[in-house]
């Protein structure tokens, strides 16, 4: 046994600790479980701190020892090092788990492992090792619970102590966007520096001339990063210009454009993300950007069952009789899950897109010049409504037949994880999402993956997302497949008067291997859903329902805290946009107000954007999961603002956005995977996985990053993150990082939308 000597050091409580004479550290963060679980995450059971411990219930242990996990991030072991393990802990009853420290992602090398038995007397364990493999500072630290007995383990004091291994990131403090700019653009570039005095800087062009220099602008602190900013304004620049490079002192940009074409290729590429994430189709190398991207198909068919096994929280379900074939459609994330409720947003923001050409004189029907590759390519229909229709034809084969009686939990039963199930006439509603009864691992392409797939519970959400997008499908292809539209109209006026009947049947997060968007509150839902109906079919029912509603003719706040900004869980800005674009039979002093409504939004992001070091349209209190979206869909109405006024500051903002996205942010990375000298290769994706495995291939290019997420720090990376990161700067390229490096089809569809806006050549 070593000899340990502990020093507290300050009120922070920072363990010195000399271990054979040599001084280390503790290593691990909330060790002590101080009210919370800040540091650690979790998955297959829920966990709950208290008493100055975490106890985990394990409702459904699963099949395999990593099914029900407790883990702690950010453990880099170096090589030869000495470390000590120690915790207490106790069960309910006699059982065991895994006490391991590997390495994060495959191989998942384990650089310690054993097995701990526990009972209901509380004990301490205590393991010394030396590390002897190579130096990991991607090491996590694990309690693996899973394929054991059900019941709560509890476990206390617990501690890593030894010299962490780290490898520091050295960011360049000249950030700009990677591509370039358009002609007509704010040319924005910023250079984070301590000094608060103007600093000299040097454009040079491609032949390594310097052809202008200045003194940057001082900005002061931009409290979403907590950074000194600077900021150089090349706006006067509008001819072009390829490969230029700003210098300020020993540091310089990345080589960047000036030309009308910028945008001109991702919109192609960002609209080829969701053709590469289809189920149930051969992804073939002639529609890909490279061959390694092809793939046999997933889920052919996707035939799934009502679940009919215990819940994550010990609800046991009783199943059904009913078999669905759901095959179709786009996997929503970098899982196998498909989910109605996120595939509403994602399809209304493309042929928001779409019917934004149809129906506003000085934009362009998207993708008309042709260019997109997909196997429906050159049938006669707009490439981007083929691709749209893939997904649409999913979500109406998840609609339930008539007749079929189902168990549902009624009534908002979210404060209580003990669900009180009630049979239901479910005709017409619509299922939540299919996915696999648990989670798979990565890298696993879709067609290799063997878990047997449900489609868990219907939903009142996931029936009300169905009665928009249908309704708004039905419109779109009157005139071009009048049967197709037909049958969309119908699917919409069931579900809605399925879900007038059914309206409180909620979504939770109970079922491990999928993610749960749950929502308890569907008034914005109920009013999208009529806003659709009424402009489809000018029904007065409609109309009543949609005035009766809070939130006729609302658009966003722009508030820092983004409490109303349009996405999944809030979809009542999306009914008043479309009131403001699509042609209706309200009053005209009705569209004029939403459009009105409209205008406000974009002034208070054209005025945040204006505030903010990096020019963005996001002043919020924390930055959320999925930040970059946010930021685009801010950019849609500043897109639509410029539209409706013609004022070029709105567009420019909306460029602005863009600019942040590729590559102008704190980070000085794009988040646009392919796009620009330094962007983002690792995101959360089971087949784009080749940071973790060299025979998968890496990213396509074109897809969104979540970004910055100093909200949510329940992945393996983003525990070891919190406090030692601020907004903008709560982000780290890494697949294990599924909270900031995630993918998403809600996320690109406004990449979709924004790019192709950009490249209609108001700013050439």
């Not at 956005?657 to 959360?684: C, F, K, R, V, W």
């Amino acid at each position: 046994m070593k000899t340990i000597t502990t020093t507290w050091r300050n009120s922070a409580f920072a363990m010195l600790v000399v271990i054979n004479g040599v001084q280390a550290q503790e290593m691990i963060r909330n060790g002590q479980f101080n009210g919370h679980t800040d540091g650690w995450w979790y998955s297959g059971a829920e966990v709950v701190a208290q008493d100055n411990q975490a106890c985990i219930d394990i409702q459904n242990p699963g099949t395999d020892p990593w099914s029900v996990i407790l883990g702690h991030g950010g453990v880099g072991l170096a090589q030869s090092e000495s470390y000590q393990l120690s915790f207490d802990a106790y069960a309910e009853s006699e059982t065991q788990f895994k006490t391991l420290i590997q390495h994060e992602g495959p191989p998942y090398t384990h650089h310690f492992i054993v097995d701990t038995e526990v009972g209901p007397s509380k004990k301490h364990y205590q393991y010394d090792f030396t590390q002897t493999n190579d130096s990991d500072a991607r090491a996590e630290f694990q309690f693996q619970l899973g394929a054991q007995n059900t019941g709560r383990i509890c476990v206390s004091n617990v501690s890593l102590i030894g010299n962490p291994y780290m490898e520091s990131v050295t960011i360049s403090p000249i950030r700009a966007n990677q591509l370039g700019f358009l002609p007509q653009a704010n040319k924005y570039i910023y250079v984070q520096s301590e000094q608060t005095q103007p600093l000299d800087w040097t454009l040079v062009d491609q032949n390594g001339v310097n052809i202008d220099a200045g003194k940057t602008q001082y900005l002061g602190v931009n409290k979403a990063s907590a950074e000194q900013l600077h900021r150089v304004d090349l706006s006067h620049y509008s001819v072009p210009l390829t490969q230029l490079v700003l210098k300020v002192g020993e540091h310089e940009s990345f080589a960047f454009d000036i030309r009308d074409s910028i945008y001109h290729s991702l919109k192609y590429d960002a609209l080829s993300y969701f053709y590469q994430n289809r189920s149930g189709i051969d992804i073939k190398a002639d529609f890909v950007q490279r061959p390694d991207l092809a793939r046999p198909a997933g889920h052919l068919p996707d035939i799934a069952r009502c679940f009919d096994q215990k819940d994550a929280w010990g609800n046991s379900w009783p199943g059904c009789d009913l078999t669905m074939d759901v095959t179709g459609g786009w996997y929503d994330a970098g899982d196998h899950g498909k989910y109605v409720v996120n595939s509403g947003i994602t399809v209304w923001t493309l042929l928001n897109l779409y019917e934004r050409g149809q129906w506003l004189e000085n934009a362009k029907i998207p993708f008309a010049e042709g260019g997109v590759k997909i196997p429906e390519a050159g049938n006669g229909v707009n490439p981007l409504l083929s691709e749209v229709r893939w997904n649409v034809e999913f979500m109406l084969a998840m609609q339930i037949p008539s007749g079929q009686k189902l168990f549902v939990p009624k009534g908002d039963q979210s404060a209580d994880k003990t669900l009180r199930l009630s049979e239901i006439d479910a005709s017409d509603m619509v299922f939540h999402k299919v996915a696999d009864g648990e989670w798979t691992g990565a890298p696993l392409a879709p067609h290799e993956d063997t878990q047997s797939r449900y489609v868990g519970q219907p939903s009142t959400a996931a029936t009300l997302n169905l009665a928009a997008i249908s309704a708004q499908c039905a419109r779109i292809w009157k005139d071009i497949d009048a049967e197709f539209s037909a049958r969309c109209l119908s699917a919409a006026e069931r579900a809605w008067q399925a879900a007038n009947r059914h309206p409180d049947v909620f979504a939770y997060d109970n079922f491990t291997g999928s993610g749960p968007y749950d929502d308890v509150q569907l008034d914005d839902e109920f009013y999208w859903a009529a806003t659709e109906l009424f402009i489809t079919t000018a029904d007065s029912a409609y109309l009543k329902a949609m005035r009766a509603s809070r939130y006729f003719l609302m658009t966003p706040s722009g508030k820092d805290d983004a409490d109303s900004d349009m996405f999944w869980q809030f979809t009542a800005p999306m009914a008043t946009l479309s009131l403001a674009v699509v042609e209706n039979a309200l009053p005209q002093s009705e569209i004029n107000q939403a459009r009105k409504n409209l205008l406000k939004t974009a002034e208070a992001y054209l005025t945040q954007s204006q505030q903010e070091g990096y020019d963005i349209p996001f002043t919020v209190e924390q930055y959320p999961w999925g930040s970059n979206s946010s930021i685009a869909n801010r950019a849609l109405f500043l897109v639509y603002a410029h539209d409706f006024t013609k004022r070029l500051e709105f567009i420019k903002a909306a460029a602005n956005s863009m600019d942040y996205l590729l590559g102008a942010n704190p980070m000085n990375i794009s988040y646009i995977t392919g796009y620009g000298a330094h962007a983002a290769e690792q995101p959360h994706h089971r087949f784009w996985a080749n940071s973790v495995d060299e025979n998968y291939p890496k990213p396509a290019p074109g897809a969104l990053i979540g970004g910055p997420n100093s909200i949510s720090f329940s992945d393996p990376v983003a525990g070891a993150m919190k406090g030692n990161c601020v907004g903008q700067t709560c982000y780290v390229d890494n697949m294990h990082a599924w909270t900031m490096n995630e993918i998403t089809i809600n996320w690109n569809a406004p990449l979709v939308w924004l790019a192709s806006a950009l490249d209609e050549g108001q700013l050439d």
